[in-house]
């Protein structure tokens, strides 16, 4: 019963709007979908570190020492910042360039990746959503702490993984709908780049 109740709280999550979920949509719909799975998996490898850092008590760190959460989140906040400007800005740059032929293909992927990596990596609430959820459905009666929490930090991963890869299939989807009209297709940059920056700057304040 409780294992539904936690995939219940993660499903309940990953629909709530947010950084990750519109970065995903964003190069999914401006790049196309395997560039959006590679941001998936980039946020999937973020969720392992958090789970893992979690389970290491490293978010104690910021209840001890209230500047390294501060550090943490100013930096995320300009990384967020930064990528929604470069929408805003220079919608042609490689990086962001809707045709895919002007970088080539595995540097473009491992650009997603890091974007995804970095976006989710950089966000200390993320790290706190996992130290306050997992811990509520780990029981030492029923076995070894450490082994509950990686189980428990796997379906977590590996939900999160699910929906992002649902969001990147919906990005892809909306991609020729943007990119066969100039105007829709620069109403989605600034969209896109205009939530990034509010949500850094949300994630700053």
């Given amino acids: 019963m409780e294992l539904w109740l936690f995939i219940a709280a993660l ?20 790049q196309g ?14 969720r392992a570190l ?15 020492a209230p500047w390294t959460f501060d550090a943490v989140r100013y930096a995320g906040a300009a990384y967020l910042s930064w990528i929604g400007l470069q929408l805003l800005r220079t919608p042609s740059s490689p990086a962001f360039d809707t045709s895919g032929q002007t970088m080539p293909p595995a540097a473009s992927h491992r ?17 706190l959503f996992c130290s306050v959820l997992l811990p509520q ?5 029923q076995g070894p702490v450490l082994v509950q929490f990686a189980l428990l930090g796997t379906l977590l991963v590996a939900i ?10 919906l ?5 020729s709908w943007f990119t066969d009209s100039p105007l829709r297709a620069k109403l989605q940059r600034w969209t896109f780049g ?6 850094g700057l949300r994630l700053a304040a």
């Fill in 194 to 199: 205009s939530l990034l920056i509010g949500f």
């Fill in 111 to 127: 650009l997603a990746c890091r974007r995804g990596l970095l976006t989710n990596l950089l966000n200390p609430k993320s790290l």
């Fill in 50 to 64: 958090h789970v893992a850092l979690a389970a290491l008590g490293l978010a104690t760190l910021f209840v001890t």
């Fill in 171 to 175: 990005g892809a989807a909306l991609q």
């Fill in 160 to 169: 999160g993984l699910l929906f992002d890869a649902g969001y990147a299939t």
């Fill in 137 to 141: 459905f780990v029981h030492p009666d």
């Fill in 11 to 30: 499903a309940a999550v990953y629909l709530l709007p947010g950084p990750d979920m519109l970065l995903v949509l964003q190069t999914g719909s401006l």
């Fill in 33 to 46: 979908r395997s560039r959006a799975l590679a941001t998936a998996l980039g946020l999937a490898v973020a």
